[in-house]
């Protein structure tokens, strides 16, 4: 990984800009570009992960299976294998697919995101500068957390997960 991550910084049509490092990106909250991916087994639990404590957003939050940003020079869907490998080690997903594109807000910390899924059984091999743990739930479960804890959510993941169940169903 490189010392300092390189974004590139786009407009509100998603077209770059210019290039960044994070810090600056974050700092002045400019429009940038992310990934988040829904992993899901056969029996139709989602996986999460517990971001790191490291993480300079939502330290020790619980989040989407796999999230990341997508660096200088990359597209969407090369942003998503790299971060599946990195933070799960999951080299060869089933079914993976783009579902809709988020446009940036402060819930998804000005970043447009692609939402994914695909389908694993795991085990996955955690990266620990990421990820603290990780865990299958039931749908049904992830709801009345969601409703009773949802301060245990990174708010991205929060609102990209209610923007899911509002495509899906």
């Known amino acids: 990984m490189p010392?300092?991550?390189i974004f590139d910084v786009v407009d509100m049509s998603d077209r770059v800009l210019r290039q960044?490092?994070?810090?600056?990106?974050?700092?002045?909250?400019?429009l940038h570009r992310a990934i988040?991916?829904?992993?899901?087994n056969k029996a139709g639990q989602l996986y999460l992960q517990r971001r790191s404590m490291a993480k300079d957003t939502a330290?020790?939050?619980?989040?989407?299976?796999?999230?990341?940003?997508v660096d200088t020079?990359?597209?969407y869907d090369e942003a998503t294998r790299r971060e599946l490998i990195e933070e799960l080690g999951l080299r060869d997903p089933v079914d993976l697919k783009r579902l809709f594109k988020?446009?940036?807000?402060?819930?998804?910390?000005?970043?447009f995101v692609w939402i994914y899924t695909c389908q694993s059984e795991g085990p996955f091999i955690l990266d620990p500068i990421e990820v603290i743990e990780g865990r299958w739930i039931d749908l049904e479960e992830l709801k009345n957390w969601l409703s009773n804890?949802?301060?245990?959510f990174a708010?991205?993941?929060?609102?990209?997960?209610?923007k899911y169940l509002d495509s899906k169903y």
């Open 73 to 75: 020079g990359e597209d």
């Open 20 to 30: 960044e490092p994070r810090s600056v990106v974050h700092r002045e909250k400019l």
């Open 36 to 40: 988040h991916v829904f992993v899901f």
């Open 102 to 111: 988020e446009a940036p807000c402060v819930p998804t910390g000005n970043e």
């Open 155 to 162: 708010w991205s993941f929060s609102y990209l997960w209610e």
């Open 3 to 5: 010392l300092t991550d």
């Open 59 to 69: 330290p020790g939050k619980w989040m989407s299976s796999c999230s990341g940003h």
């Open 149 to 152: 804890r949802p301060r245990d």
